[in-house]
């Protein structure tokens, strides 16, 4: 397994099945953590014959597949199918199968376990189970490079979205009491234009200077698409709730701000590095191999989507730069919300 990659993600759905019998009559189990992994090694009758632990370092992981060798196991089972431990097992040959974390909890009461939980205890549970119920249990079939790609793509998209939606709700969170006529004065709080009224118009104070001309004048200095009528947004500003006013409102304007730079300056930059690398990683091999995955297992349907599109690059709103809202395609789901 010397080209497997440094950090497999696998799938234990693959078409190889366990032996009826581990070889050398032992398995083990590694509980697997931040800081030290506690592994667990038994016999064909479920004694535990060997206990160690490891620090989750280069030296510690070698340790560990040096310690398993020695004591003649050649199956281990784990609670995650990715991360350097996994890496470190499977290119020292050994068969990994991956038993979830919630398997891992209800197979505690098979033992008599109080609930607690228990890190040893845990590797011996994983590592009997291994011996026990081997009719079911599947071993871990490292994924392409392509897909281990594609995977760890994905993964880091959804943590940065729900990273945004964390801070849009503390934002929207903190101005129900500082300022609660921006909440609901555009269709989403975290679009384009609601950030910008929001940077320019941070306080009860500095809201109250507009008038219904006012508003039309700055909507048309940022390009606002014009589906609501100034009129009726100063009417939602005027029925809202006020907000703080004096030096309580300045001392909240200072979180808004603060709120609204880590919501925007990451994202913009983001942004624009993305789009610059779309037709480099369109034109790539990789690309090609992830596109031929779509059909060979099932992927999130929006990833789907976005892999069967045209090598052209999503269309960008101009909304952002102040000249409107026209594209010559059409825009994509998020940035036709105004």
Same mark, same amino acid.
């Given at each position: 397994m010397k080209d497997a990659p440094a950090e497999p993600t696998g799938t234990t759905t693959g078409p190889a099945e366990l032996p009826t019998n581990p070889p050398n009559g032992r398995t083990a189990g590694v509980d697997w953590a931040k800081?030290?992994?506690i592994v667990a090694v038994v016999d064909s009758t479920g004694t535990a014959i060997d206990r160690f632990t490891v620090p989750h370092t *280069?030296?510690?992981? $070698?340790?560990?597949?040096?310690?398993?060798?020695?004591?003649g196991c050649a199956e281990v089972a784990i609670e995650r199918p990715d991360g350097p431990v996994v890496a470190e097992l499977l290119e020292a040959g050994l068969t990994v199968v991956v038993?979830?974390? /919630?398997?891992?909890? /209800?197979l505690r009461s098979r033992y008599g376990s109080a609930g607690n939980k228990d890190d040893r205890f845990d590797a011996y549970v994983l590592?009997?189970?291994?011996?026990?119920?081997?009719?079911?249990?599947?071993?871990l079939v490292p994924d392409s490079p392509a897909t281990v790609t594609l995977r760890g793509t994905c993964r880091a998209r959804k943590d940065l979205v729900g990273h945004r939606v964390a801070l849009a709700n503390q934002l929207r969170a903190h101005l129900q009491t500082a300022l609660p006529a921006a909440v609901g004065l555009f269709a989403d709080l975290d679009s384009p234009i609601s950030l910008r009224f929001l940077h320019r118009f941070d306080c009860q104070d500095r809201a109250d200077w507009l008038s219904v001309k006012r508003l039309a004048a700055w909507l048309a200095s940022v390009g606002y698409c014009g589906r609501v009528d100034p009129a009726v947004l100063h009417a939602r500003l005027t029925a809202a709730p006020? *907000?703080?006013?004096? %030096?309580? *409102? $300045?001392?909240?304007?200072?979180?808004?701000?603060?709120?609204? $730079?880590?919501?925007?300056?990451?994202?913009?930059?983001?942004s624009r590095r993305c789009r610059?690398?779309?037709?480099?990683?369109?034109?790539?091999? %990789?690309?090609?191999a992830a596109a031929k995955i779509i059909s060979a297992r099932p992927v999130v349907p929006s990833v789907a989507g976005w892999l069967r599109q045209s090598a052209v690059p999503p269309p960008v709103c101009r909304r952002?730069? *102040?000249?409107?809202?026209?594209?010559?395609?059409p825009s994509p789901p998020r940035s036709t919300a105004c």
């Open positions: 800081d030290d992994h *280069g030296t510690g992981l $070698a340790e560990l597949t040096r310690h398993l060798a020695q004591a038993i979830s974390p /919630n398997q891992l909890k /209800n590592a009997d189970t291994l011996r026990t119920d081997r009719a079911r249990l599947r071993p006020r *907000g703080l006013t004096g %030096s309580d *409102g $300045a001392t909240q304007a200072h979180i808004t701000r603060v709120l609204l $730079a880590v919501l925007t300056r990451p994202t913009r930059t983001s610059a690398r779309v037709p480099y990683i369109r034109r790539s091999s %990789s690309w090609t952002d730069s *102040g000249r409107g809202c026209s594209t010559t395609s």
